[in-house]
């Protein structure tokens, strides 16, 4: 047929607010009389599937002509749904009476009817789910009566269904099963069959797993994959050193967590003869042992990247490669890609060469033996070696940290907490993590890595995947920024990224400085991969990919393959197009993967924090407000880093408005008002582990004049 169904939108949206009939729209379209039997079946396709609405005049138009939006939800724990529009714009709330039958994860029409109360966000009532979610669910299955029965352990997918007796996997009562959703019809109730057992409820380790079965992740390796890793070579042929520049003389290390298994990436310093620096990046050239389009290479795509949760590492490639044959360990030989920065010691760069390369590692340092040297503390450590190349490599760091923040780079220091856990896989010490200079370093090298690589490849054209970061959304920048102000703090021109680095820069060290900057990154977009350079808004960096992880991150193994072919002079425009054609589609899925594995990482730290406090119930705290809403105000615990709730209906003594735009609750009679940033005193009330909820109740509360304290920042800051 000559009408797409993207044709069939654009022409849509030049007659806005003006809905046609079928043949109206076919003329419109110049669509034949043969080609109308067709056109229309696409017509009522697109209405089922939400793009179009067909009025009561049998008049079609978009849904958003119609006060309609369309988009998947997202079910919230508290029982309320977000929906995202698919054609951009703000979160659609939706309260709970109003999901009719809906689930986490459908695609659904909604009719947006008001500003929600206390907030500016859009609210709407669900009129139609368009199409439901394909997903697994986690639960415990249950017999009684010789029946089986699967409770859902998802908040989001409330659903309790029977189980046929005959269910392939067999689960015992009180097991912990993974359920796959199925629907006959849009709106009738799931089926389920059990696809999984995953073991005992009382089981320690189980629940981090139960995390990753709940964002579709996948454990295991099928039997294909592992055959493949486990018949992988480690013996490098001599002629494939021989075709490579030799680095194996050049003095290089690992700088890794002390527990690290695998070890992408290693760095050197040489002292040229003009004074200038060779930074040598070298990172495992994965690509050498994952041909395209084998087993290994087809798992590593569908898992995206590795989790990295508490208790365990689930990683992307087999452990024979990720952490033995490809893994940068000392004292071996290693086939890598390096990118080799000529640079003066003040961190400007010259010029680079990118070659497949050998290198063998001298030594495996962690952060702490690096930062022991870094700061002159007596004692040795196995980084004493290299204490003077250590030294100039941090000093050449704070010259390209220093670079990055002219051009009006954006670097966030939001704490993280450090889980310790004992043998059993128990926590039992949280803290907040430590950046130190040596984190710095690595972190500073593999951006400039990056960004070499990036310009590399965009020079001559190659198809790759960017690691784009775009500008954030207008409206909720200019949220943060009222935010801003109602603290008392301006922020000049916040579409510049310059201006909201220096706006960081006044609360560095102090807890509303770690807030703020946690707002802020909640405002901006998510980076994401794409064939489409655009740009990353974050580093203001106009070109940038991800090139220096390729063990744990399919997006670096997949341009290692394309920066291979280009050093070989073997890309063509035949394969440079089959590799354009496959790039967005791996974009996506890499993407939504990486979404997951976050998403399942901060869900397994925040169990664990609840599973750390779980004896503490009564135990006072001191907190820091974090959030206000018209329900209450959320707190973060100053050691642990977990944040809770402490509800309206707890704070006594007087009747409490929701002030959006001051971001505070206020007092109705006292004026008592509490505001993000301020300290307050809690106790623990109750823990909720299986929707991860924490409740609080206020014990003080230690405000701040946060206007003073603005007015008396910005005499000395002028620019803000």
């Known amino acids: 047929m000559s009408v797409s169904r993207d044709q069939v939108l654009a022409f849509s949206r030049q007659q806005s607010k003006h809905p046609l009939k079928m043949r109206e729209l076919a003329r419109g ?168 057992v995953l073991g005992d409820s009382d089981d320690p380790r189980i629940e981090t797993l139960i995390f990753l079965k709940k964002r579709g992740l996948p454990l295991d390796f099928p039997s294909p994959v592992l055959h493949a890793a486990e018949v992988t070579s480690q013996a490098i042929p001599p ?89 940068l360990r000392p004292r071996e030989d290693r086939l890598t890609l390096s990118a080799l920065a000529r640079i003066t010691p003040e961190g400007e760069l010259l010029d680079a060469q990118i070659a497949e390369t050998a290198i063998r590692s001298r030594a495996r340092l962690s952060y702490e033996d690096v930062q022991h040297v870094l700061d002159q503390r007596e004692g040795h450590t196995p980084a004493q070696p290299f204490a003077d190349t250590l030294r100039r490599m941090d000093a050449l760091r704070s010259g390209l940290t220093e670079k990055r923040r002219a051009r009006g780079a954006i670097d966030f220091e939001v704490p993280e907490p450090q889980i310790i856990l004992d043998k059993k896989g128990h926590p039992i010490e949280i803290h907040p993590r430590v950046r130190l200079n040596s984190h710095r370093l690595i972190e500073e090298f593999m951006l400039l890595g990056n960004e070499i690589v990036a310009r ?83 580093l203001a960096c106009d070109t940038y990919t991800h090139f220096t992880s390729p063990i744990r991150r399919y997006p670096d193994l997949l341009l290692h393959r394309a920066l291979r072919a280009a050093l070989n002079n073997a890309t063509t425009p035949d394969s440079m197009a089959r590799r354009a054609r496959r790039l967005p589609d791996i974009g996506d899925l890499t993407t939504e993967r990486e979404i997951a594995a976050q998403k399942a990482e901060w869900d397994a730290v925040k169990w664990m924090q609840i599973r750390y406090l779980e004896n503490k119930i009564g135990q006072c705290f001191d907190a820091t407000i974090v959030d206000v809403r018209p329900i209450g105000f959320f707190v973060q615990l100053c050691d642990v880093l977990l944040e809770g709730l402490v509800h309206v209906k707890y704070l006594y003594g007087d009747y409490y408005i929701y002030r959006e735009l001051q971001g505070a609750l206020v007092g109705d009679h006292t004026g008592t008002t509490f505001r993000i940033g301020d300290a307050v005193r809690v106790q623990l009330a109750q823990l909720d582990p299986q929707r991860l909820r924490i409740d609080f109740h206020l014990l003080s509360h230690r405000g701040k004049d946060h206007s003073k304290r603005g007015r008396n920042r910005r005499r000395g800051r002028s620019q803000f």
């Open 239 to 327: 002629d494939e050193i021989a075709r490579r520049l030799d680095l194996r003389d050049s003095i290089c290390f690992t700088i890794d967590p002390p527990d690290a298994r695998d070890h992408d990436d290693a760095v050197s310093l040489q002292v040229l003869d003009d004074q200038t620096y060779c930074l040598g990046i070298h990172i495992a050239d994965v690509s050498h042992y994952v041909p395209e389009g084998s087993p290994l290479d087809r798992e590593a795509m569908d898992r995206g990247c590795s989790v990295y949760l508490p208790d365990r590492v689930i990683p992307m490639l087999p452990e024979k490669l990720s952490a033995n044959i490809c893994s």
């Open 456 to 538: 590399y490849m965009a020079e001559r054209g190659v198809p790759i995947l960017y690691r784009v970061h775009e500008p954030p959304d207008s409206e909720k920048l200019a949220s943060f920024c009222d935010l801003g102000r109602a603290l008392g703090y301006g922020l000049s021109n916040p579409a510049q990224p310059g201006n909201i680095q220096q706006f960081l820069e006044g609360f560095k060290g102090e807890p509303l400085g770690h807030i703020l900057s946690n707002r802020l990154l909640r405002s901006m977009k998510k980076a994401v991969y794409t064939p489409v350079n655009r740009g990353h808004f974050g």
């Open 29 to 196: 379209l110049r669509v034949s009389d043969r080609d109308y039997p067709e056109f229309r079946n696409l017509i009522r396709h697109m209405v089922r599937e939400g793009s179009l609405i067909k009025s009561r005049h049998n008049k079609y138009g978009l849904p958003s002509d119609h006060g309609l939006a369309v988009g998947r939800i997202g079910i919230q724990t508290s029982g309320y749904g977000l929906v995202a529009p698919e054609d951009g714009g703000a979160d659609i709330f939706v309260a709970a009476k109003h999901l009719a039958h809906a689930l986490h994860g459908d695609r659904v029409v909604v009719r947006v009817t008001r500003g929600a109360r206390g907030s500016n966000r859009p609210e709407g009532e669900l009129i139609r789910i368009v199409a439901r979610a394909a997903q697994s669910v986690v639960g415990t299955y249950l017999e009684d009566g010789g029946l089986g029965i699967f409770v859902s352990d998802d908040p989001r997918i409330p659903v309790r269904m029977p189980i046929p007796n005959a269910h392939p996997h067999r689960a015992e009562h009180g097991q912990k099963v993974v359920v796959h959703l199925t629907f006959p019809s849009v709106h009738a109730h799931p089926q389920g069959q059990i696809v999984e």
